[in-house]
């Protein structure tokens, strides 16, 4: 009975973790799954990614302590029942899409989580110190951008492989439809409403195509390419985004446009204060 206790228990840290994990992948799809700037937004978001109520579980190893299982398993499922159900809801500029690539990270986290929490059921059926195992549990909960960056760093080498290969594809289909015209659209805002407004003007006299929504990455682009650009299109419209140095080269390289259209430009100047 105290086994299915514990095992009820880890499920209901599980549902937690899984939707803690879904914030996570957001920000990694939105950071272009690229580790070092997922990293990077860690370190400057991390006040904001450790939350204060995902320590309250650790008053369910005071009983535990005095080994009052079957206190310790209420308290401790109690906790994660309060932190699902309290847990909130942020507004989202951009939605999570769930693609292939998503799918595949998401579950690969999954896993990592059901390892650990299996590896910790093996300990209650051997009826170790349990202390330290959920300890680590405690910890790891707010610090599931960790898993996700893990997670990440694992699937890495298996998708660069793939996105090449679709990347390639993509970029000689353009190079093979001699008649289309690819207009490139970037800038620091603006870009979605003026590729809206260029495709209503064009589309009045030519067949076109412009990439739906926010969709201005290279995989992006590519999966447009690959699934919707026909021979019988004659502009391509194209918005280009970029989060650091050679993201429009690589964009460039992928459709190569006759035209380019920047929107507007902020630029950031930093200055350097010697305060001896």
Known sequence: MINIFFLISLIMYLV?????????????????????????????NFVNIIKAKDFLPAFALIPLYFEKIYVFNLIWIACYCFLFLT????QEKKKLVFTNRVKRLFTISILLIILVLS??????????????????????????SIVMLTSNLLITPVEKSINRWFYNDARKKIKQMNRLTVIGIT??????????????????KYNTLMTPESYNTPMGITKIIRTQLKPTHDIFIAEMGAMQKGDISELCRLVSPKIGLLTACVIWKYRKYNLN
């Open 16 to 44: 937690y973790s899984i939707w803690k994990l879904r914030k996570d992948l957001h920000m990694i799809q939105l950071n272009s799954y690229v580790t070092n700037r997922f990293f990077k937004w860690i370190k400057q």
């Open 87 to 90: 847990r909130g809801k942020v």
């Open 119 to 144: 590896i910790i059921y093996s300990k209650v059926l051997l009826s170790n110190n349990l202390i330290i195992p959920f300890i680590f549990l405690i910890l790891l909960n707010p610090l599931s």
């Open 187 to 204: 800038g620091s805002f603006g870009k979605t409403t003026t590729k809206y407004i260029l495709n209503k003007i064009l589309s009045e």
